[in-house]
C-alpha cells in the first residue's frame, strides 16, 4: 500500500503558475510510476502526466502538453507538476497516484484526497 498527499493547490488568475506536490510513503517501491489526473466539476477523471520512478519516462495528455511539467525526486518520494500558463479550463481537483506507467487510471491503484486548482479569467 502507498499512501499519497497532494499539496500546492490554489487559486491563480489565468496565465498564472500553481507547483503542486505529492508526498508518497509506504511500499512505493511496487510502484512503477506516479501520475497526475484531474477532475472538473460534472466531468469525469481525466489523466494530466505520468512519470516513471527509475529511467524517467514522460507521458503528457495533449491538452497541458508545453505548459505542465511533471519531475520527481526519488531520494524524497516526492513528485511534482508545476503548471505554468494556466488557463480555466484547468480548473479541477487534482489527483496524485501510484500504479503503471500509463494514462489508463485503472492501471493506478493508489489515490491521494486531491487538491484544488481553480484559475479565474
Known amino acids: 500500500q502507498v499512501q499519497l498527499a497532494e499539496s500546492g493547490g490554489g487559486l491563480v488568475q489565468t496565465g498564472g503558475s500553481l507547483r503542486l506536490s505529492c508526498a ?3 511500499r ?3 510502484t512503477g510510476a506516479m501520475g ?3 477532475q472538473a466539476p460534472g466531468k469525469e477523471r481525466e489523466f494530466v502526466a505520468t512519470i516513471t ?3 524517467p519516462r514522460i507521458i503528457y495528455a495533449d491538452s497541458v502538453k508545453g505548459r505542465f511539467t511533471i519531475s ?3 531520494a524524497k518520494n516526492m513528485v511534482y ?6 488557463k480555466p479550463e484547468d480548473t ?3 489527483y496524485c497516484a501510484a500504479g503503471s506507467y500509463s494514462k489508463r487510471e485503472e492501471l493506478y491503484d493508489n489515490w491521494g ?3 484544488q486548482v481553480t484559475v479565474s479569467s
Open 53 to 55: 520512478w527509475g529511467i
Open 92 to 94: 479541477a481537483v487534482y
Open 72 to 74: 520527481r525526486d526519488t
Open 81 to 86: 507538476l508545476q503548471m505554468n500558463s494556466l
Open 24 to 26: 508518497a510513503s509506504g
Open 113 to 115: 484526497q486531491g487538491t
Open 28 to 30: 512505493t517501491f511496487s
Open 36 to 38: 497526475w489526473f484531474r
